[in-house]
């Protein structure tokens, strides 16, 4: 959320933020352009009544993560500016997100925006404290020994994986260099991963002792994730995120 936040006040924009609950009774129709979250979306009749009134007020909607054919169809970008969106969404961080509001901005606006390229990013590799990235097993190990942590190279390795791990994820980064400092001052060797499905095979690499998966959907592609952790040959512990704090 910070992201956004800082992304659109950076660019110049104004950002209105609702609760799903109150689609129904929001004007949607005085925005140019309405982000709308649609990991398992579900509308009432009077909220698709009002996505409905927007877009026949040539409203943009812009779904966000679609899970579900509902979500998928109330989104009413053309295919051209779908592929620009999603390729700033992919790459994220910041800058990206305010490239994308200044490309929706002059789109569908009026604005005269200077329109940046997206800044491309690695979209798979490890990370260290505070969003250091490294695309490859063998930079990764190079930085853990200059940085001669706690613990000789054979120290336990604890492997970090799971959709909601990524550097360039600064609302959940905090907590997640939290974690990786206390494994560290444990003696242990961590290894956080992102990509997704696809950096499963970077867990492979990194050959660990015990797997931490911090889960949100599916750990890989299929039903195959039960089976991939067994070919590890390592305990596995599945860690529940909150989005807000619980005793």
């Excluded at 009002?50 to 295919?79: E, F, M, W, Y």
């Excluded at 500016?81 to 700033?88: G, P, S």
């Excluded at 260290?128 to 390795?157: I, K, M, N, S, T």
Aim: charged share 25%; hydrophobic share 45%.
């Amino acid at each position: 959320r910070a992201s956004w936040d800082d992304a659109a006040r950076a660019a110049g924009y104004t950002l209105h933020r609702y609760e799903r609950e109150a689609l129904a009774d929001v004007a949607l129709a005085n925005y140019h352009v309405v982000f709308l979250r649609g990991m398992g979306l579900r509308l009432s009749e009077p909220q698709l009544e009002s996505l409905q009134k927007a877009r026949d007020a040539g409203t943009q909607i812009v779904v966000l993560a679609a899970t579900n054919d509902l979500g998928r169809h109330q989104n009413t970008l053309p295919a051209e500016h779908q592929r620009q969106v999603d390729a700033y969404l992919q790459h994220r961080g910041e800058d990206n997100l305010a490239g994308l509001l200044h490309y929706l901005a002059a789109a569908y606006a009026g604005r005269k925006a200077a329109v940046p390229a997206v800044v491309e990013k690695p979209l798979i590799g490890f990370f260290h404290l505070g969003g250091a990235v490294f695309e490859d097993l063998p930079a990764y190990e190079a930085h853990l020994d200059a940085l001669r942590l706690r613990g000789a190279a054979d120290a336990p390795r604890v492997a970090l994986f799971g959709p909601l791990l990524d550097p360039r994820d600064r609302l959940n980064l905090r907590w997640v260099d939290t974690l990786i400092e206390g494994l560290q001052r444990r003696g242990a060797r961590v290894y956080p991963v992102f990509g997704s499905q696809r950096a499963w095979r970077l867990v492979e690499e990194a050959k660990p002792d015990l797997v931490i998966t911090l889960p949100h959907g599916r750990l890989t592609s299929g039903n195959q994730a039960p089976e991939s952790l067994d070919s590890l040959h390592a305990p596995a512990l599945s860690a529940l995120s909150l989005v807000q704090d619980a005793d």
